[in-house]
């Protein structure tokens, strides 16, 4: 398996198109309305937020995606479509304004939205766009589609990989958008994959349950999980390989792929954390399950007071184990040993859960990098997960202090 | 029952001290180490952080405490005494260092760090300052602990209470502090209490831990439980009542006083979160239980996104919904309705599940006061509460980016 260049485009068969239709009213230049189109019927899954309060276009999508089947996603940002009057109505228009243009069923289409909870969305400025949407559709696409996802995210985020299945190039690429409000359980982001692969929609669907489960629910930005959460999955079958309908070799060079891929996206999403000046890997080894590992990494990643001090690049470890010690997980403080390390070194600060003396100002200097890795080891067992988060910023409270205006 | 004027000392019978002595190296002008001190033996309880990872002290102040009695609290600020090398030693040698100056036995001294965590305490200088601190205590003394205990505090914090049971004048005092990494389940602060009334260990025990319930383990500032948080109750009987030894009249009188003043500490303690300029004050009404309305109103103070949006007075309530959303408990979206509240007036943002057109202008008044109250009301039930929090600000960023400094 490699990664490629590309992102949603990168698989045969399919198009993506983005611009600005006018659902972010503050600024037309800002993209706001992205489309995925597929030459020809595809098997589809999707994931979704596990919050009680679920947007509109969520439940739309659920509804469209019953036969697993799907050719198209139509996503807007700038408008959340949660928590509105006419939301489901609206979600609904939205996908009867591209199905139209494009020659399909509403049921044909996902749907999703990303912005701000509550506000009715402008459905008429997608209806009076999507025709226009269509018209830019290309194979070339990927970056417009990623560009019109993007709320507050810095950075566009692409991905693609290729591999071979029984001889044939298959490949997956996807873009996403996320960089606030992650959280381990499928926190805000969106994510929309593409592949080319021939796989039936019982496969597809464990294969994109499986990648969430390794990736996008081991970030988190802010601890906030947001209403509009959604993973999806597009499957053409352009590839030509035979069709995956089971679990075997096949399947597992898939779901191998499919992983890299989510984990790349996922860590480019906690990378691009709102205001977010350090990218935190926390490894745990030795916990008495893989579980407990992601329970305990989560926890760290998750702590306001381990980010603030990353932030601050102050090697604060009593921190890292605080936060172990309320994750939930029982374990003996005493087996605990904690590294910091990055591009400009590693420093043991903390063995068996006592302090050790340490340079202050080698720390700092390895706590400067952009990349930073937590690496916790204790003696329960085999367990070990990694998950990622960010520092929480003087930026991140500038941004969400006044996000709607 | 009746606020009063003071605090630990407010009791008859309880005299406090608070001196510097060198474990704050960086300010010789702040107060680090606390005493108090009963004329007499008292009945004795305390309640400890539920976080895994547990700070010496409190180990040894167990210990301690098996027997149901105390006589003195002793309390240093500037270092956490947890995972510390020679950390339950120098817990002890600290209580014999008291308890000595003080003629009386280790096991009658309650001891408490608060502070860095994993640097070994320097209890040389608490060995040494001991003598003098013994010679400070006075009746007036409250003050003086109450700065002593202080870490990233900016207001001192005092409560005290009068109430009569069977004709006698009781009082219930207490001193606090804890801005920072308080959360539900007893994050770090520390409180300690004093009262005249003549009761039992097991109903002080009680009394203590139903108290804590409702008040310290209803605040949040950042959702981090410390390995250090502590509360504690000294009753020397002076009063004269007839002793607590059950449930009833009497008790309920007692048990009504403890947590008036323990949720006014615990207000207090929310009010001056690290770098806040909002308390804020969250009651759902309508749950189905007072646990759910517990959890979701819990969920609503420790979202980042909320406290950002109180702190920026951006009236966002879809962050209301959406941590109520994420909290694991389930309902009816459509049955939430949200009213902000402060002195500056009231407005309803949001009912049943979906949102109001409101003024903004007026909302942002509204929110630029320092209390402000998000009123939640729902349809599931008759379960009813109040959390307190505060929104994350810039300066929180700053004190925990570079604390140890």
């Known amino acids: ?60 999508s659920k509804e469209h995606l019953k036969n697993g089947h799907a050719r198209a996603v139509l996503v807007n940002s700038g408008n959340a479509n949660a928590c509105a009057p006419d939301g489901e109505e609206n979600a609904l228009r939205s996908c009867r304004a591209a199905a139209s243009a494009l020659g399909l069923n509403a049921d044909d289409i996902i749907v999703a939205s990303t912005g701000v909870i509550g506000q009715r969305l402008p459905v008429e400025v997608i209806e009076n766009g999507v025709g226009e949407l269509v ?65 039936s929609p019982v496969m597809i669907e464990k294969a994109l349950v499986d990648a969430a489960k390794v990736s996008f629910n081991r970030i988190s930005v802010d601890g906030d999980t947001s209403t509009n959460d ?21 399947f597992e060079v ?39 590992a992601e329970t305990l990494s989560k926890s760290v990643i998750s702590s306001t007071l381990t980010k603030a001090a990353i932030f601050g690049a102050d090697a604060n470890w009593g921190r890292v184990l605080c936060a172990m010690g309320y994750s939930g997980i029982e374990f003996d403080p005493d087996s605990v040993s904690v590294t910091f390390e990055s591009d400009a070194g590693r420093i043991m600060v903390c063995k068996n859960g006592r302090g050790l003396p340490f340079d202050e100002d080698n720390a700092k200097i ?28 003087y930026e991140y409270i500038k941004i969400n202090g006044d996000y709607r205006t």
């Open 1 to 60: 398996m490699n990664f490629i260049n590309g992102g949603v485009c990168a698989a045969k068969g399919f198009r993506a198109s983005g611009i600005h239709v006018g659902v972010k009213t503050s600024n037309t230049e800002k993209k706001d309305l992205a489309l995925i189109v597929a030459d020809c019927d595809c098997t589809a899954s999707a994931v979704y937020t596990k919050n009680v309060v679920k947007a509109a276009p969520l439940i739309i």
């Open 135 to 199: 018209t830019q559709l290309s194979y070339d696409g990927s970056k417009d589609a990623a560009a019109a996802i993007m709320t507050t995210d810095l950075v566009m985020k692409e991905c693609a990989v290729e591999f071979e299945i029984g001889g044939k190039a298959v490949r997956i690429g996807g873009i996403a958008k996320g960089s606030g409000m992650i959280h381990p359980n499928m926190g805000t982001m969106l994510a929309f994959l593409t592949t080319d692969c021939a796989i």
């Open 230 to 250: 959604m993973l999806s999955l597009l499957a053409n079958g352009l590839a030509g390989n035979d069709e995956i309908i089971e679990t075997g070799a096949d």
């Open 366 to 393: 390895i706590l400067m990098e952009h990349d930073v890795t937590i690496d916790v080891t204790m003696d329960e067992g085999q367990g070990e997960c990694t998950c990622w988060g960010c520092d929480i910023t």
């Open 254 to 292: 898939f779901a191998y792929a499919m992983n890299a891929l989510c984990v790349d996206l996922a860590v480019k999403m906690a990378s691009d954390g709102e205001g977010a000046t350090h990218l935190i890997t926390c490894t745990v080894r030795g916990a008495k399950s893989e579980d407990d």
